[in-house]
């Protein structure tokens, strides 16, 4: 389909994306919201529920983790 593309069609699908997205970032929306359904649903009462960014595997960024020190290593390992 690309080769028989022109680059303005691909601009338009580009943009179209943007404003109605498709593809793999609407699917994991969707398992994410149904993953939320489920969680929320079987969580502790006393426990707040759980947002829908939380259970999406890939598309929210993710905090970086901060690396270790030789002594944070080692103090690990006593």
Do not use: C
């Not at 009462?45 to 290593?73: F, G, V, W, Y």
Request: hydrophobic residues 40%.
């Amino acid at each position: 389909m690309l080769a028989n593309m022109s680059a303005r069609q691909f601009v338009e699908w580009e943009k179209f994306s943007h404003l109605e997205p498709f593809g793999a970032k609407v699917d994991e929306f969707h398992l994410a919201a149904l993953r939320a359904q489920l969680v929320n649903y079987l969580r502790d009462q006393n426990q707040p529920p759980t947002q829908l960014h939380d259970l999406m595997l890939s598309a929210t960024d993710k905090p970086k983790e901060r690396e270790l020190s030789a002594e944070e290593i080692y103090n690990l390992f006593g």
